[in-house]
């Protein structure tokens, strides 16, 4: 499969290693499904799964990705996309379904996220000793998290495409993760995960001065259903790309953007395509078009 991706979806994604980055304790019955002809591979379909804890009950998740299929076998692209969807007991997600993929997912049941999101920019504001402090030391996220933020950040530190920090002002603490990308150009970090909102839009300017000053990432996008629906000062809205999920039981707030793609397949800029039912924004995630 991450021979079949590297040469026909982006030849600049390590695939080995953004799958083998899934890394979290999970009984996952395969990496996705294959078509073939013969012994040839002529298209995939990549998914990622995981066991969350929500309402207290163990619900399994199927996150589904990197669905390409090659121009001539193009008529068999559902084939491979049923099989996944076919499992029984999972709650699918699909986080970067292309334009054309939306109206595909709905025949399949899936319901649209809320992605409203503002971008926020990184400017080199004063610092303020003592107030705010950010931290992307391993033993000081270690040492500040604790419970089920403990968890998501060992399930999560050795993902190819999250980055990790950790806030924290007087007693209180927030665990950001998130991803480097690029639009236009423009570097920036999106978003993934937030522990404690408020903190977070409290810390917004000391955060995104480090983001700037350390990693030259020029802005901040985030969700705002990641940010507790509130926008940060300077921010402006922008409109994120779809996201969207299957399920008979859980609410769109029980669903968010670990164990998924986003924090395994790194952005790796637009590559050669041969027909890939996902969002051509290079990373290697998300569903079809």
């Given at each position: ?49 995981s066991e969350r804890l929500i309402a207290g009950r163990v619900e399994r998740f199927c996150n589904i990705s990197s669905w390409c299929v090659l121009p001539e ?9 049923k099989a996944v969807l076919a499992q029984d007991g999972y709650h699918v997600t699909s986080f970067t379904p292309s334009e054309t993929v939306v109206p595909i997912h709905g025949r399949f049941k899936f319901r649209s996220l809320d992605t409203s999101a503002v971008l926020i920019p990184n400017l080199p ?165």
């Amino acid at each position: 499969m991450a021979a079949f991706l590297h040469s026909n979806l982006n030849d600049r994604v390590p695939w080995d290693r953004a799958i083998s980055s899934a890394s979290w304790k999970v009984a996952a019955p395969n990496h996705g499904f294959m078509l073939r002809v013969g012994e040839r591979v002529v298209g995939t379909q990549l998914a990622f799964y995981s066991e969350r804890l929500i309402a207290g009950r163990v619900e399994r998740f199927c996150n589904i990705s990197s669905w390409c299929v090659l121009p001539e076998f193009r008529f068999h692209s559902l084939r491979v996309h049923k099989a996944v969807l076919a499992q029984d007991g999972y709650h699918v997600t699909s986080f970067t379904p292309s334009e054309t993929v939306v109206p595909i997912h709905g025949r399949f049941k899936f319901r649209s996220l809320d992605t409203s999101a503002v971008l926020i920019p990184n400017l080199p504001w004063p610092s303020r000793p003592g107030r705010t402090k950010v931290s992307a030391d391993p033993d000081v996220i270690e040492s500040t998290l604790a419970g089920a933020d403990l968890e998501v950040y060992r399930d999560h530190a050795q993902a190819l495409a999250a980055r990790h920090l950790v806030l924290t002002r007087d007693e209180d603490s927030c665990y950001v993760m998130y991803r480097e990308m690029r639009q236009k150009g423009v570097p920036f970090a999106a978003i993934l995960h937030v522990s404690n909102p408020g903190l977070f839009r409290r810390a917004i300017m000391p955060l995104t001065r480090y983001l700037l000053i350390r990693h030259r990432l020029l802005a901040t996008r985030a969700e705002l259903r990641l940010i507790g629906y509130q926008r940060p000062p300077l921010s402006v809205r922008r409109t994120s790309w779809p996201k969207m999920y299957r399920s008979d039981s859980l609410e769109p707030d029980q669903i968010d953007d670990l164990y998924s793609e986003l924090v395994c397949v790194p952005y790796r800029g637009a590559s050669r395509r041969v027909i890939s039912h996902q969002k051509g924004n290079g990373s290697g995630g998300g569903s079809t078009r």
